[in-house]
């Protein structure tokens, strides 16, 4: 059974995945299923797990979270993609793209969700800052849905296309409609940047 648990009270609060370390130890070839294990250097026992599943463009995990014995577990699913560039002395590098701010990272970090530490530090901060940020994100995803854009990346110039059938106006529409939420999740995603920075 997949579990990972966060004992209340551990000054070590977040389990970190460091796709570099997966990179140099093949854990990122793609069809590999396995897991990772942190072990706890005082005690030498396990303390917390998560199985994974390698596909082509993304790292799914799967784990299970509760914050006290006497809670159920609760399932996660996490989509994480993966992007490469390629290194100076050949070969390429592989980064996460952090499934909340897309932006690229070699380690993510997990609680309840994986995301990167500012995302982790912006659910923590300001609830207002918090709830605007992923508001506006929702907005726009509900959007790119409704274009068949991708939802858990930058979408590029030439990803904005037309879904077939539909009239250019309405196009023109939506696509106005999600710049504009598009921007606002970014100036609300840029200040809680500022923010954790202090
Ligand atoms: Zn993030």
Redesign the pocket.
């Known amino acids: 059974m997949a579990y990972y648990w966060n004992k209340k009270g551990n000054t070590n609060r977040y389990k970190r995945i460091d796709v570099r370390y997966m990179q140099r130890k093949n854990l990122l070839n793609v069809g590999l299923s396995s897991s990772l294990e942190w072990i706890s250097q005082r005690t030498g026992k396990v303390v917390g797990r998560v199985d994974y599943e390698v596909r082509h463009d993304s790292v799914c995990f799967k784990y299970t979270v509760r914050s006290n014995p006497s809670e159920a577990w609760r399932p996660y699913n996490y989509l994480v993609p993966i992007t490469h560039t390629s290194c100076n002395y050949g070969g390429t590098r592989a980064w996460f793209n952090?499934p909340?701010?897309l932006?690229r990272v070699a380690v993510l970090y997990i609680d309840e969700q994986i995301?990167?530490r500012?995302?982790h530090k912006l659910n923590y901060s300001s609830q207002q800052q918090t709830k605007g940020t992923w508001q506006e994100r929702d907005r726009m995803n509900k959007v790119r849905e409704k274009l068949g854009w991708p939802l858990i990346k930058d979408v590029s110039f030439w990803e904005r296309i037309k879904p077939k059938g539909m009239h250019w106006k309405t196009f023109e529409k939506l696509c106005q409609e999600h710049d504009l939420y598009e921007r606002r999740f970014l100036v609300f995603f840029s200040a809680g940047l500022d923010m954790s920075i202090h």
């Open positions: 952090c909340h701010c932006k995301a990167c500012t995302c």
